[in-house]
């Protein structure tokens, strides 16, 4: 049987959104449906609106979501109906090489639901990151949904199914941040300041915060930033050198992911230091161009984080906690809640820097 519910689709490249009726199978084998209660609005649904992540269009959008699980098919063990849930865009497979030797936050054959979610004429969407969460209900492989504490509000535990956990994970697990390092974060959207707070949870003596906007920086200050620069005022390396007394940081996040945010990202290192992107490049082929003579000599790592190389299983409940001890701020994510009608809005709004996040509520039943 098909459910019927409203969401969220983009048809074609760069035209807005449109809420049309989404059909949802029931689950089939290792599958779970899940009814959505709170679902972000990341900078990554305009992306694939635009475009920049593939062009399998018509896509079904929204990820970063949390919900109660509905129905669950055959053969899944990890959750029951009733469990409240975190949906997560990895779910580790346990079988390709990445799992077997260990890094199944690597896992190369990340699972999603084998059947797909239908327009009225049987059109087949495309999930954005396999969960098109901008629905009523959603169907997902039962590994991607994590059981999390029912007391916590789904608009703030939904954040954790991406920008909070990316960047957080960024500066945590990518970045490896130690107490007393100093670190720089390029971009202080959603990604950037949950970069932000986890490094400065996790010790870090100066935490930076850059970007255009200085409403973002104030933001940046909320979470955690001990400096902030604005890159239209004054030069980034520069900033952050004469920060760190000439040295460069020993971290720098580059949140943005565009060329000239990450060669900027590599200058304000230190020597050895280290540079994580998790900015999603907003446009396919984009090129960096750096210094031959500076990878070499000054040293360090260049890593490109993935999902914050989390294990949802395991850094899901983390983050919770540190949430209920009053550690992580997640309410303060939280620019306003809207409903599915107003995402195309909502995509205005992350244009101009007037929210950090906007996220969709659906009325429980």
Same mark, same amino acid.
């Given at each position: 049987m098909a459910h019927q519910v409203r969401g969220v689709v983009a048809r074609t490249r760069g035209a807005p959104v449109e809420v049309v009726t989404v059909h949802v199978p029931d689950p089939g084998p290792d599958e779970a449906l899940i009814r959505v209660r709170a679902c972000g609005v990341c900078h990554t649904d305009l992306h694939y609106r635009e475009g920049g992540i593939g062009d399998d269009f018509p896509f079904l959008l929204g990820h970063e979501a949390a919900g109660i699980v509905e129905a669950v098919g055959d053969g899944v063990s990890? $959750?029951? #109906?009733?469990?409240?849930?975190? @949906?997560?865009?990895r779910a580790p497979c346990g079988a390709c090489r990445s799992c077997l030797r260990g890094r199944p936050w690597y896992c190369f054959d990340s699972q999603n639901a084998r059947q797909r979610m239908t327009l009225d004429d049987g059109t087949p969407l495309t999930a954005a990151l396999g969960i098109g969460a901008f629905a009523e *209900?959603? *169907? $997902?492989?039962?590994?991607?949904? +994590?059981?999390?504490? #029912?007391? +916590?509000?789904?608009?703030?535990?939904? *954040? @954790?199914?991406c920008g909070v956990m990316a960047g957080y994970g960024a500066a945590v697990n990518t970045g490896? $941040?130690? #107490?007393?390092?100093?670190?720089?974060? @390029?971009?202080?959207?959603? +990604?950037?300041?949950?970069?932000? =707070?986890?490094? =400065?949870?996790?010790?870090?003596?100066?935490?930076i915060g850059v970007d255009v906007v200085d409403r973002k920086l104030e933001w940046a200050r909320r979470f955690g930033a001990t400096h902030t620069v604005n890159a239209n005022k004054q030069d980034t390396v520069d900033a952050i050198r004469e920060l760190t007394g000439g040295f460069g940081a020993d971290l720098v996040v580059d949140a943005v992911g565009r060329p000239e945010t990450y060669l900027q990202a590599f200058l304000a290192r230190d020597h050895a230091g280290r540079l994580v992107n998790v900015g999603v490049p907003p446009e396919q082929g984009m090129i960096v161009t750096l210094p031959m003579s500076e990878v070499f000599g000054r040293g360090g790592s260049l890593q490109s984080s993935w999902y914050g190389d989390c294990l949802p299983t395991r850094d899901f409940p983390v983050l919770i906690n540190l949430y209920r001890k009053g550690r992580l701020d997640l309410d303060g994510f939280v620019s306003e809640t809207i409903t599915i009608d107003d995402v195309e809005d909502a995509f205005r709004k992350i244009i101009n820097s007037e929210v950090l996040r906007s996220v969709v509520m659906f009325t429980p039943r």
């Open positions: 990890n $959750v029951a #109906p009733g469990d409240a849930v975190v @949906i997560a865009w *209900l959603c *169907l $997902v492989h039962a590994k991607q949904a +994590v059981k999390v504490d #029912p007391t +916590v509000p789904p608009e703030a535990a939904g *954040l @954790i199914g490896a $941040v130690a #107490p007393g390092d100093t670190v720089a974060v @390029i971009g202080c959207g959603g +990604v950037g300041n949950a970069a932000i =707070a986890g490094a =400065a949870i996790a010790g870090a003596r100066m935490v």
